[in-house]
T-cell receptor, first 113, second 112 residues
Framework: DGGITQSPKYLFRKEGQNVTLSCEQN?????MYWYRQDPGQGLRLIYY???????QKGDIAEGYSVSREKKESFPLTVTSAQKNPTAFYLC????????????FGPGTRLTVL | AQSVTQLDSHVSVSEGTPVLLRCNYS??????LFWYVQHPNKGLQLLLK??????LVKGINGFEAEFKKSETSFHLTKPSAHMSDAAEYFC??????????FGAGTRLTVKP
């Protein structure tokens, strides 16, 4: 089945540690996205990538980093510089030519202890 | 700048009664508008999408939305609520590629 997988589903980290969230898609989509969701708020864009080896900052990129070495994969690293990293993180992808129709993964809930 | 306001943070209906989730948008251009649904601890699923064709858009699971430019609204409706409709609903506006603005969400509760 085609889709987007995110792992792990739940992630705990201590303050001061970097952590990497995985996102993989087998939809053959060119574009991929990372969003952050906080309670009572909509999604906010962290980074997006239109093609391999290229990515752009979204509205809240500070404290995060990404890479796009393969079309299928778009990992997100939450660094220790991110002041309030506890949130639900969603990865999405879109077909070529249809960036406004996005398909979402199931999400990773990150908790900083 | 584009933005979207969902007018109700929480809506509660009885099973079998109509659903109305309200959304107003702001955009300098002709936007695309969307409704997504999110069940607890899950990703988002596209319900429907408006892209300047018919103003009444039909989506999945019996939902539909009407684009009203004069009112800058894109309200989501369903004639008869089902228990499985209980979820969080997000209205989204996009007037540039790769730039989607999400509303804060409306939590729909369906009572038996």
């Amino acid at each position: 089945d085609g889709g987007i997988t995110q792992s792990p589903k739940y992630l705990f980290r201590k303050e001061g540690q970097n952590v990497t969230l995985s996102c993989e898609q087998n939809l053959n989509h060119d574009a991929m996205y990372w969003y952050r969701q906080d309670p009572g708020q909509g999604l906010r864009l962290i980074y997006y990538s239109q093609i391999v080896n290229d990515f752009q900052k979204g509205d809240i990129a500070e404290g995060y980093s990404v890479s796009r070495e393969k079309k299928e994969s778009f990992p997100l690293t939450v660094t220790s510089a991110q002041k309030n990293p506890t949130a639900f993180y969603l990865c999405a992808s879109s077909r070529p030519g249809s960036p406004d129709t996005q398909y979402f993964g199931p999400g990773t809930r990150l908790t900083v202890l | 700048a584009q933005s979207v306001t969902q007018l109700d943070s929480h809506v509660s209906v009885s099973e079998g009664t109509p659903v109305l989730l309200r959304c107003n948008y702001s955009s300098s251009y002709s936007p695309s508008l969307f409704w997504y649904v999110q069940h607890p601890n899950k990703g988002l699923q596209l319900l429907l999408k408006y892209t300047s064709a018919a103003t009444l858009v039909k989506g999945i699971n019996g939902f539909e939305a009407e684009f009203k430019k004069s009112e800058t609204s894109f309200h989501l409706t369903k004639p008869s609520a089902h228990m499985s409709d209980a979820a969080e609903y997000f209205c989204v506006v996009s007037d540039r590629p790769y730039d989607m603005r999400f509303g804060a969400g409306t939590r729909l509760t369906v009572k038996p």
